[in-house]
C-alpha cells in the first residue's frame, strides 16, 4: 500500500487508455500529452502527501463492510474506496484541489484545440452549439470520418468527434 509514484503514473495512464466511452475522449491526446498529465498528476500527488492516507482508506472501508464483502474485487468494497478517496480529495488543502483543477483545465485546453480543428470558433448557432456547413458537391471528408463514427471504440473504431 506504499506509494509508488511510477505505478499511480503508470496507473493513471491504464485509466486514460481504457476503451470505454466514460474515459474514451483521451483517445483524442497525444501518448505524450497523456504521459505529460499522468506525471503532473502524480507528482500532485506525491507532493501533497495524500498518499499516506492509503492505509486509512482501506481500514475504513474494510471496517465499515460486511466481511463478505471485504474482498479486493468486490463491487461494494470498490465502490467505498472511491466514496471513501472522494471524501479525502474533499478535505484536502485548497492549493492541492487548484492544482488539480489547472491541470484539468490543461486538459480541456488540448481537448478544446483539436476541435477546433475541425470547427472554426466562429461558427456557433443561436443556441450555442457549434457547427460546420457541408459542402456536398464538395464534402470535407476528414470533417465526416471525424464526427460520424459509431464510437465503438472497443474494436478499435475512432471516437466521434462529438464528444468533446
Known amino acids: ?41 502524480a507528482g500532485k500527488f506525491s507532493d501533497s502527501g495524500l498518499h ?28 467505498g474506496i472511491q466514496f471513501e478517496v472522494e471524501r479525502q480529495l474533499d478535505i484536502a488543502p485548497s492549493q492541492f484541489k487548484n492544482d488539480l483543477w489547472e491541470i484539468w483545465e490543461c486538459i480541456n485546453d ?25 459542402d456536398l458537391n464538395n464534402p470535407d471528408e476528414t470533417f465526416i470520418n471525424a464526427m460520424f463514427t459509431s464510437n465503438n471504440i472497443q474494436c478499435d473504431e475512432r471516437l466521434s468527434l462529438e464528444v468533446i
Open 52 to 79: 499516506k492516507n492509503n492505509y486509512l482508506i482501506y481500514n475504513t472501508v474494510k471496517n465499515s463492510l460486511p466481511e463478505t464483502e471485504t474482498k479486493v474485487s468486490s463491487k461494494k468494497f470498490l465502490a
Open 110 to 134: 488540448e481537448l478544446k484545440k483539436i476541435f477546433l480543428e475541425y470547427f472554426d470558433e466562429e461558427a456557433v448557432s443561436k443556441d450555442g452549439y457549434y457547427y460546420k456547413d457541408i
Open 1 to 41: 500500500m506504499d506509494y509508488d509514484k511510477n505505478v499511480f503514473t503508470k496507473k493513471l495512464l491504464e485509466e486514460m487508455n481504457k476503451k470505454n466511452n466514460v474515459k474514451a475522449v483521451f483517445s483524442f491526446l497525444s501518448e505524450e500529452k497523456k504521459n505529460k498529465f499522468a506525471n503532473e498528476i
